[in-house]
Nanobody
Framework: QVHVAESGGGLVQAGNSLRLSCTAS????????MGWFRQAPGKEREFVAA????????YYADSVKGRFAISRENDKNTVYLQMNSLKREDTAVYYC??????????????????WGQGTQVTVSS
């Protein structure tokens, strides 16, 4: 069983930064593609960013391009989401997800096999 866990959420003022971390405990040596999604109250879960298994390819939602950066350290089984210039509209529960089985489109929820419980990010004005 794969366990995905996020950390690093919290309360931050608009314009500041926050870094989220995510670990995925899969089979030894496995390197899943990883993604971040978020869900604000009353809204559907939406794509934020994703990274390929080897880190060569990254993808971003238009709303976060230029402000957020996704990266990974495979020796630590950890993926990061660096969030800069945060806005109130970035307030949401952020979910990390792992895709093990040949995902074709990392920007859609259906490509991911395992999900974390989520971490709250609140941006105040």
């Amino acid at each position: 069983q794969v366990h995905v866990a996020e950390s690093g959420g919290g309360l931050v003022q608009a314009g500041n930064s926050l870094r989220l971390s995510c670990t995925a405990s899969g089979p030894p040596g496995s390197r899943p593609a990883m993604g971040w999604f978020r869900q604000a109250p009353g809204k559907e879960r939406e794509f934020v960013a994703a990274i390929s298994w080897n880190g060569d390819a990254t993808y971003y939602a238009d709303s976060v391009k230029g402000r957020f950066a996704i990266s990974r350290e495979n020796d630590k089984n950890t993926v990061y989401l660096q969030m800069n210039s945060l806005k109130r509209e970035d307030t949401a529960v952020y979910y990390c997800a792992a895709a093990y089985y040949g995902p074709t489109n990392l920007m859609v929820r259906q490509s991911y096999d395992y999900w974390g419980q989520g971490t709250q990010v609140t941006v105040s004005s």
